[in-house]
C-alpha cells in the first residue's frame, strides 16, 4: 500500500481538511478586545470574512445550533402568564450580571 494511501484525509496534499479542523479554525478566527468601560468587542463577521478570505460558515452554525430561543407560545404570550408577551431572553443574564454571577 503507498504511503499516501495510509495518510490520514486531511494529510494528504490537495485534500480538504476535515469538517472538524474547519469547525476549530472558524471558531478560533474570531479576535476580541477590550474597550474602555469593561465590555468585550468581538470582531464582526464581515470582519473575519475580510481578514481570512472566506466566511466562517461553520462556526456560524455551532453558534446558531446552541442559542437558547424561547418557544412560540412563550413570545405570543401564551405560554407563561406571569410573563405574557413582554418576553426578554437578556432578562435573566441582566440579573445575574448584576449579581456578579457572569
Known amino acids: 500500500m503507498p504511503a499516501q494511501a495510509r495518510r490520514p484525509r486531511a494529510q494528504r496534499p490537495g485534500s480538504r481538511p476535515r469538517r472538524e479542523a474547519v469547525l476549530l479554525a472558524d471558531l478560533c478566527a474570531f479576535t476580541w478586545r477590550l474597550q474602555g468601560n469593561g465590555l468585550i ?21 455551532a453558534l446558531l445550533a446552541l442559542i437558547d430561543t424561547p418557544k412560540s407560545g412563550t413570545l405570543l404570550g401564551l405560554g407563561d ?11 435573566q443574564m441582566d ?8
Request: aromatic share 4%.
Open 95 to 102: 440579573r445575574e450580571m448584576g449579581q456578579g454571577r457572569l
Open 81 to 91: 402568564k406571569k410573563r405574557g408577551g413582554d418576553y426578554d431572553p437578556l432578562e
Open 41 to 61: 468587542r468581538v470582531e464582526s463577521r464581515d470582519e473575519v470574512i475580510k481578514r481570512i478570505g472566506r466566511s466562517p460558515d461553520y462556526a456560524s452554525a
